[in-house]
């Protein structure tokens, strides 16, 4: 079956400090991948998509390169801002067949920037 | 747009009593999922639904636990009785399934229950 590996959290870093979380993923055929953000006190939101290899997805200043042949969607950010603290869900999805629609979630990382 | 609504915010009971989440999913979307979210299970899929049908249900903890959607624009998940492991974050989300490649799941806010 599907699933979804994120590196160990929590990780903590300082303003201006360059992000990375890891993301590996198992799944049959082509899945699209993720990357959703929960803010404190909030529900999730896409931050991030790709649907095929080699595509990159990129917002706010985040980006995630689709890597088929190691099967990853490591999420980076070169200058992390306080108000980036969170926690950070890599996710994928089968297109098609009966799991049509269905989110398969790594663990969630904690992200804390300090000022 | 309003975007998923979900209500209660917060709920707060005993154990025994039972428990009505509601969750009003973006209109015009036709996938619909209810999610439980803890500190050590991190986020669970309970139960699907593809206009207003169950899916799959295999993430529903036990029988105490069951959902419904009588139309398109409603859903609900019931805890009968609760348990003070029950307590958790639980969220709903929906798609339209209008295209391919998959467009993403819109979560509502969650409501937070505390069974004591």
């Known amino acids: 079956g599907n699933s979804v590996t994120q590196m160990e959290g929590p ?22 991948l993720f990357w959703y953000v929960q803010y404190p006190g909030e529900g999730l939101q896409l931050l991030l998509k790709a649907t095929k290899a080699d595509d990159k997805g990129s917002n706010k200043g985040f980006e995630a390169t689709y890597r088929k042949e190691t ?16 926690v950070y869900f890599c996710a994928l999805a089968n297109a098609g067949g009966t799991s049509y629609g269905k989110l398969t979630f790594g663990q969630g990382t904690i992200l804390t920037v300090h000022p | 747009d309003a975007g998923v609504i979900q209500s209660p915010r917060h709920e707060v009971t005993e154990m025994g009593q039972e428990v009505t989440l509601r969750c009003k999913p973006i209109s015009g979307h036709d996938y619909l999922f209810w999610y439980r979210q803890t500190m050590m299970r991190g986020l669970e899929l309970l139960i699907y639904f593809n206009n207003n049908v169950p899916i799959d249900d295999s993430g529903m903890p036990e029988d105490r636990f ?14 009968q009785p609760s348990e003070p492991r029950d307590s958790a974050v639980y969220f709903c989300a929906s798609i339209l399934s209008d295209s391919i490649p998959l467009n993403e799941q819109f979560f509502g806010p969650g409501t937070r229950l505390t069974v004591l």
């Open chain 1, 71 to 86: 099967t990853s969607f490591h999420l980076e950010k070169g200058s992390v801002q306080v108000s980036d603290s969170a």
């Open chain 1, 11 to 32: 990780v903590t870093l300082s303003e201006e400090a360059f992000l990375t979380i890891n993301c590996t993923y198992t799944a049959t055929g082509y899945p699209s």
């Open chain 2, 66 to 79: 069951s959902a419904k959607m009588p139309n398109a624009s409603f859903s609900t998940l019931k805890i």
